[in-house]
């Protein structure tokens, strides 16, 4: 429900569509001609659904509304990636980026208010954590960008991939995630081949076997190093989670999604885990199952004490990854002068943690030592 006490049908999937129409006394139709106006047309205007009976418009301005997140503030780069600032309740934001390429236009998607993990490498860890998003919140953030780029579904695609790689750790906000999920696969929706919506996690082992059971969706898992001891330093869930126990995990997903694929992101920082050593052991680990990695340039933010390894090395890294049979790639980066490249996203987090002080609190000292 909004605020206003409407039903927001952004929220609602098709089964969830048809549920809400079958309670105003409708046929289920009816809630896959308002799914065509609201994904296909992009439309938040019953008056304007026109092969909606008069009574039926008037009905649903009275207890529903198609309410997708308010631009606070977008900004665009100029290598053409474009970054949006979208409002929350309570004084939060959050960030969504679409990045377009010569064959692809990918949309990066948030899923939480900040994040309720702590990656040592990520901007949005320093924010600490406010909340979940509802499903309106992340379907809406698709909305809001296809209707900016005149995206149409089955006609001029914009936006032909979505990543749900943005703010937060989508497997913590499971429910709503998947439904968001269905939503962007529907043909009633945005109608994007499986393949092409992509969930990353940081390892939540339950959650991947939950999940492969649900949806059938492509996985990318955030590794950025090849032992338990590095890894447990740089992304913590790896104490609960170790490295076996999420490369099992991510076998059995593969072995119940046989057309999903996995994708490993490595982010290479500068004398932490970019030694020929820590690509020779990765290799050992990506023989286990198949998969891809994506090598990422490590994106500076303020504050951070990590740097990004030098070109010669992010090369050497990927040639021995390579040499070996493992299929790797390395990122491009993309609009990082807007903040936009990936590890940089910061909207605005009223914190329930005390992260966001701890980070600042060391800032502070970092400065005043260095002086």
């Known amino acids: 429900m909004t605020t206003t006490g409407k039903t927001n049908l952004l929220d609602l999937d098709r089964q969830g569509l048809r549920a809400f129409f079958a309670q105003l006394g409708e046929k289920p139709y009816r809630a896959d001609q308002v799914m065509k106006w609201i994904y296909h ?19 649903l301005a009275e207890v529903a509304c198609v309410g997708p997140p308010n631009i606070l503030h977008e900004k665009g780069s100029t290598d053409g990636t474009h970054k949006w600032l979208l409002g929350m309740d309570g004084g939060n934001a959050i960030e969504t980026v679409y990045i377009p390429e010569p064959t692809r236009g990918t949309l990066c998607v948030s899923s ?35 209707r900016h780029l005149g995206n149409v579904p089955h006609q001029q695609r914009r936006i032909t991939n979505v990543v749900m790689m943005g703010m937060g750790e989508p497997l913590m906000n499971f429910d709503s995630v998947v439904a968001a999920m269905n939503l962007m696969r529907d043909d009633l929706g ?11 996690t940081s390892g939540l082992v339950p959650q991947i076997d939950k999940l492969s059971e649900v949806v059938d969706v492509s996985l990318a898992v955030s590794l950025h190093a090849p032992t338990d001891e590095l890894r447990s330093t740089l992304v913590p869930i790896n104490r609960k989670y170790p490295i076996d126990e999420l490369l099992a995990a991510c076998k059995r997903y593969v072995e119940l999604r046989p057309r999903a694929s996995v994708t490993f992101e490595y982010t290479l ?9 820590h690509a020779r052991k990765l290799v050992r680990l990506m023989r286990r199952l198949p998969s891809k990695v994506n090598l990422i ?11 990004r390894s030098d070109p010669e090395v992010i090369e050497d890294f990927r040639r ?29 987090v009223l914190d329930r943690t005390r992260r966001s002080a701890t980070f600042r609190k060391q800032m502070h000292e970092e400065s005043t030592h260095a002086a």
């Open 297 to 307: 340039p490590f994106n500076p933010f303020p504050g951070t004490r990590y740097e």
């Open 190 to 200: 945005f109608g994007l081949a499986s393949k092409r919506v992509t969930l990353s």
């Open 269 to 277: 920082m500068k004398g932490i885990n970019d030694h020929p050593d």
């Open 41 to 59: 047309r992009l439309e938040n205007d019953f008056e304007r659904m026109t092969d909606l009976g008069k009574s039926l418009r008037n009905r």
């Open 320 to 348: 021995i990854l390579n040499n070996a049979g493992v299929i790797a790639t390395v990122r491009r980066t993309r609009g990082d002068d807007i903040d936009a490249a990936c590890g940089q996203l910061k909207g605005q």
């Open 112 to 146: 939480q208010v900040g994040c309720a993990l702590n990656c040592t490498f990520c901007s949005t860890a320093t924010q600490g954590f406010n909340r979940n998003l509802s499903t309106a919140e992340i379907i809406g953030q698709v909305w809001v960008a296809a």
